[in-house]
């Protein structure tokens, strides 16, 4: 756990961050692209920030992937690339560079490190965890296998290296129909949510059997709450992720990953869209899709806010938080992990 007094007096040692509205205005091209949603004077705070870690990135030789959950500051002021977690997973495949700064939740830190182990990967908090992948262990995959002798354990990206070790092959909210469609098994395991997999299952021609895991934050979205939303609205889109219950996937105009979300956004341009996801995926498109009015309610990912510009800066600055993977332990899960690389790039997803 970063301690955030040292974090402020380490960073006011070596960097100007006072807040700098000359500065800001200098920044104006990177404003551009979230000035309807970050004010002037919350800009003037976060540029000295930008500025200090896109240098930093250069004498680092650094990337930042950011994941379509991060605030905007972060989504369009210092990432290199932005996407879902497939595309993120991809990216860390390909990307050249000698540092990973992951800005998105722990688990996605160790999937980059086990597809690029010689690489160093920095979490700017590694408290940034997720209800999905502290719900199962592999002892809990052991489990489900034995209940199941001979089907196929399909898990979900959002799981820790040890559970990815002990599966056969991953998926991502944006390919889990077509992983699970494409095992030879009449029964498949999904792991750990039940709720992707329930509405994997609605879509897929395989018996899927799942662990009981959950997203704390799509989990509390209900279809009363849609439908009551849609009668006070009916011009309303309803745009829910894969991970909320399938009731209220049932009662949404399209499910998808988090960038199928904003592809469809911006393939169908609704007047009104309400985002049945994490509050920062409307901010992030909010300037390039100023046609369309995004409606609340969002709920808020606790795990995914922790990630902020001044902790981004200090690990880069300290190259603090290195993830850290067992080589035997990565071994196995890159074999889970690539397998889902290697077929979605099959299937053209
Ligand atoms: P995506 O793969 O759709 O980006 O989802 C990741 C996630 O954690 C959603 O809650
Ligand atoms: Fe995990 Fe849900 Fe947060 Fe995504 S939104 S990181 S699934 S807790």
């Not at 040692?13 to 004010?39: C, F, G, T, W």
């Not at 399938?246 to 105009?253: H, K, L, Q, R, W």
């Not at 979300?261 to 009104?272: G, L, M, T």
Request: aromatic share 6%.
């Amino acid at each position: 756990m970063l301690d955030l007094t040292n974090v402020r007096s380490t960073l006011a040692e070596h960097y100007d961050l006072a807040p700098n509205p000359d500065l800001a205005a200098s920044m104006q091209d990177i404003y551009a692209k979230m000035d309807r949603v970050i004010s002037p004077a919350d800009w003037a705070i976060y540029a000295p920030y930008v500025k200090a870690i896109n240098e930093l990135k250069k004498t680092r030789n650094a990337v930042i992937l950011g994941h379509n959950y991060m605030t905007p500051e972060i989504f369009h002021g210092v990432s290199d690339f932005v996407g879902d977690s497939l595309q993120l997973a991809m990216k860390a495949t390909d990307v050249d560079a000698d540092v990973i700064v992951q800005a998105g939740v722990h688990f996605m830190a160790e999937t980059s490190k086990i597809l690029s182990p010689e690489k160093t990967v920095l979490m700017p908090d590694m408290g940034a965890g997720c209800s999905l992948a502290e719900s199962i262990t592999a002892e809990g995959v052991e489990e489900m296998r034995a209940k199941y002798p001979g089907a196929p354990v399909v898990s979900y990206v959002n799981t820790t290296a040890e559970v990815k070790a002990a599966s056969d092959i991953c998926c991502t909210s944006s390919n889990a129909v077509q992983i699970v469609d494409a095992m030879e098994s009449d029964t498949v395991i999904m792991t750990p949510d039940q709720f992707l997999a329930q509405n994997v299952a609605n879509l897929s021609k395989k018996k899927v059997v799942f662990w009981p895991g959950s997203c704390i934050v799509h989990e509390l979205y209900t279809a009363d709450d849609l439908r009551a939303y849609r009668e006070l609205d009916p011009e309303v889109k309803i745009i829910a992720h894969p991970e909320c219950t399938p009731d209220v996937v049932a009662e949404s105009d399209f499910t998808g990953s988090t960038s199928g979300i904003i592809k469809w956004v911006h393939d169908n341009k609704p007047a009104k869209a309400m985002l049945v996801t994490e509050c920062s995926m409307a901010s992030n498109i909010a300037d390039e899709l100023p046609e369309v009015e995004f409606a609340k309610p969002c709920n808020m990912c606790p795990y995914m806010k922790k990630i902020s510009l001044e902790k981004i800066l200090y690990v880069l600055h300290t190259m603090e938080n290195q993830v850290e993977v067992d080589p035997d332990m990565a071994t196995k899960a890159r074999q889970s992990v690539q397998a889902m690389i290697d077929l979605s790039k099959k299937l053209g997803l």
